[in-house]
């Protein structure tokens, strides 16, 4: 049990994994959400199959109603139980009442929900339980501010996936007073089709004689973008204009890639000779050569979001364009794939020790947190990872040492190395 001080709680994480669903309504119960998710076996074989889709009926009841279609998406939350140590008058800190509301003990956690104490009217009376989503309502978060010293929470379980009905649905309207009437009078077809089979003839005065199940409005329940194809004057305008724009690049040489055995590194380029002054590109390229003064190694997405700081947001073609004319990069050794400058060579200067590469990789226990950023759309900024105050969003991540936001690591990158000679395997 943890006390919640400013909003937060510790304990130790349990091994007991549950699963959510977010639920597009306001069912009127839980048995009928259950109802409507196909019951506890439905939802215990969507479980079970590969599609990972959970259907969602509206009106179970009604044979023809369209379903709705849940993806299941991973997620990194935890379920928790609130309770509020309460004390009446005359009593002790000793003798206390704990009042608490959580989830159903139900395997299928149909929602992530918090448990949320019962608040009392007055020192003898409580009123009654409330519960809601992690996703408080304005009241509830005022109700939890004014006694959050008397909080504390259990952390039940790891909810490390969750259902999401993102998708669009073909909606039948039915008013409601005729609902009983039409589940009346409804008829199943497997009741209806053995009479066609034999040839019979059904009695015209019935009158749920015709069946007809309305079709779907689309095939597609999640919005997709169309790529069409461009036109082909225009596209082969844009190739010829790029080409003499790219013809002076064509001779430089081979800056990417290359082997960390190589005898000469690639030379600097005089890119002020070719590109306009006072153009876009000369001051982006301006910008990118400004970065590589202040230092000679930098890995790609460290160097994109300083740019991105100074308000110069670039394409990937065009950022590897600008990274060409001024960087190089490795194949492989220490410094694989950190562009560098040109005309520096990292593996005679032994204060280049400072930029080498770090992988971090996250352990398999641990890499649904990675599964939920992705899915999420989730990127950190990266000064952020290199201060380990995040998650990184990948399940490994390249890092460079000279970022690592940590007292210790600098210290000892820092430290004057016995190996005078930089390899591929042993670097400095």
């Known amino acids: 049990m943890g006390v919640i001080e400013d909003g937060s709680i510790s304990g130790t994480l349990p091994g007991t994994e549950a699963f959510a669903v977010h639920y597009p309504g306001y069912p009127s119960s839980m048995t009928r959400a259950v109802e409507t998710l196909g019951g506890t076996e439905g939802i215990l074989k969507a479980r079970s199959l590969q599609s990972n889709k959970l259907e969602l009926h509206f009106r179970p009841e009604d044979p023809y109603s369209h379903p709705a279609f849940g993806e299941l998406q991973p997620c990194n939350n935890f379920l928790l139980k609130i309770s509020k140590k309460t004390y009446r008058a005359g009593q002790n800190a000793g003798d206390y009442k704990r009042l608490s509301k959580c989830l159903s003990a139900d395997p299928i956690n149909l929602e992530q929900k918090i448990c949320y104490p019962e608040l009392l009217e007055t020192a003898q009376q409580a009123s ?27 952390i039940v379980a790891r909810v490390s996936d969750a259902y999401h009905f993102n998708g669009m649905v073909d909606y039948q309207h039915v008013l409601a007073v005729h609902v009983d009437v ?32 309305p079709p779907l409005f689309s095939p597609k329940d999640v919005p997709e973008k169309v790529v069409m194809k461009p036109s082909v004057t225009v596209s082969s305008k844009k190739k010829q204009e790029g080409v003499v724009q790219q013809r002076w690049e064509m001779d430089i040489e081979p800056s990417l890639a290359i082997d960390f055995n190589i005898k000469e590194i690639p030379k600097k380029v005089t890119w002020e000779k070719y590109i306009p002054q006072g153009s876009d590109q000369w001051e982006w390229q301006k910008a990118v050569c400004k970065l590589f003064d202040e230092r000679p190694i930098w890995i790609k997405d460290s160097l994109a979001e300083r740019l991105l700081d100074k308000g110069l947001k670039f394409g990937d073609l065009m950022l590897r364009r600008l990274l060409f004319r001024t960087a190089y990069y490795f194949s492989n050794g220490p410094f694989l794939r950190f562009w560098i400058k040109k005309g520096y060579d990292p593996r ?81």
């Open 128 to 154: 009654q339980p409330q519960s809601g989503p992690i996703t408080a309502p304005t009241e509830v978060e005022a109700q939890i501010q004014e006694v959050k010293k008397n909080l504390s929470a259990d």
């Open 348 to 428: 005679k200067d032994l204060e280049s020790r400072i930029y080498q590469r770090i992988d971090f990789r996250v352990p398999p226990s641990l890499r649904s947190y990675c599964d939920a950023n992705i899915a999420a759309g989730v990127k950190h900024r990266w000064e952020d990872i290199c201060a380990f105050q995040v998650f990184p969003y990948k399940c490994q991540t390249s890092l460079q040492l000279f970022e690592l936001a940590d007292d210790y690591i600098q210290q000892e990158i820092r430290k004057l190395s016995n190996q005078e000679t930089c390899t591929v395997s042993y670097s400095y």
């Open 182 to 213: 039409s589940r009346k009078k409804k008829r199943n077809w497997a009741d209806v089709e053995p009479q066609f089979g034999k040839g019979g003839l059904m009695d015209v005065d019935q009158e749920d004689l015709m069946i007809l199940v």
